[in-house]
């Protein structure tokens, strides 16, 4: 199995490098008051601009498309008219991801395409008609107008008038030069009127504006939670979906996996017990054969024939036990940890606390886990302790494997616990590493309670 530790996994923030090398940001100037430059919040509210005529768009389309449709429904025309509104509402569905992933940083997975059963358009707008995806998406073209202008006015409000006080005494000047007055009018009527000249006003107004930018920025960000919230909900696949490609995906790991085991396992019938036992059958044939002329040669023969089937056979002992270990089954989880603990390079203390033995193949799961877990204490923590934990949660089994090694272990592709993290997945298992450079480590597995 590929190393999970040393220096090619170190932790980014801990080490100082972050993706391709670069160095990691350290900001000195709180999150409070970085929000307003932060072009995080410049693209977001770009996004809430731009929402009121993209929403006026759609929502006059939608509106048109399905009114038209219904009032066709006399006729045969109405059905395929609605079909077209729907296939075009997914069509600027499509439209509002790809804003929502350069603005707002969404990513949201496409819906699986529209597929009649024929592939006649009869059959097209039939599916049109009773895709949920469909509807969800014309739900999002109604709904999205009256929050679009909601978080357009507040936004553009709010930031016009932050940024206008905020820089008021930069263009304070222009009013008694150009203009004819001292300032901006605070108040007026008959009598008299009140105006922001003097430097005292001039600063808190400034003020003001300050702490309604840096209010503002929030502000923003919690109207574009919202979007991400709609975008997310209306416009993605269905959870079935999603669960469905989920459970494709998994089905892969699965299989992948499988072969690769089987692949091992005849690698090593080949080259480990059956070349010994090709190598035993010709012993024993040249033994065979000296029997008569030279007994003595031939006994030789046969004892060292005798060691290779004690060597073939503990060989074979070692493959059951990597495919399935009898104590495992015969015992349970506690006894077999217990003797994988004690094959460790390093002392390991075992703590199971299960009242009842999960499911056969969980349970399998859970020793080659803390097995493969094992060895890479032993090849490449540099411990001189470690401690395996195991008990349950709800309806969830927890694995804890912690070692007071150099640490330095991540998830990082092509790595071994990146493999493990794909295994667990394909039974909707969880592997979470914490593992600073300089130790300890903690690993701790997740995976359902299957009685």
Known sequence: MATAYGPDTRDPQRSGSGPGGRLAAKHVVPAALRAPVEGRTWREFGYLVLSLPISIVLFTFAITMVSLGAGLLITFLGIPVL?????????FGALERARARGLLRLDVADPAPVRGRTGGLMSWVGAVLKSGVSWRHLLYSLLHLPWAVFAFTVSVTLWTCGWTALTYPLYSWVFPAYVGIDGVQLYGDSAHRVYLDSSVELALTS????VLVLVTAWVIRGLATVDRLMVAGLLGPSRLATRV??????????VDTAAADLRRIERDLHDGAQARLVALAMDLGLAKEKLTDDPEAAARMVDEAHGEVKVALQELRDLARGIHPAVLTDRGLDAALSAIASRCTVPVTVEVDLSSRPAQAIEGIAYFTVSELLQNVSKHAHATRASVDVWRSADRLMLQVTDNGRGGAGLTSGT?????????DAVDGILVVASPVG?????????PWRG
């Open 245 to 254: 490609t989920e459970l494709e995906s998994d089905r892969g790991v699965v």
């Open 83 to 91: 079909a077209a509104g729907l296939a075009m509402c997914r069509g």
């Open 416 to 424: 071994g616990l990146a493999g493990l993290t794909e295994r667990l």
């Open 439 to 447: 130790g300890p480590t903690r690993i701790t597995a997740e995976l």
């Open 207 to 210: 003020a003001f504006g300050l």
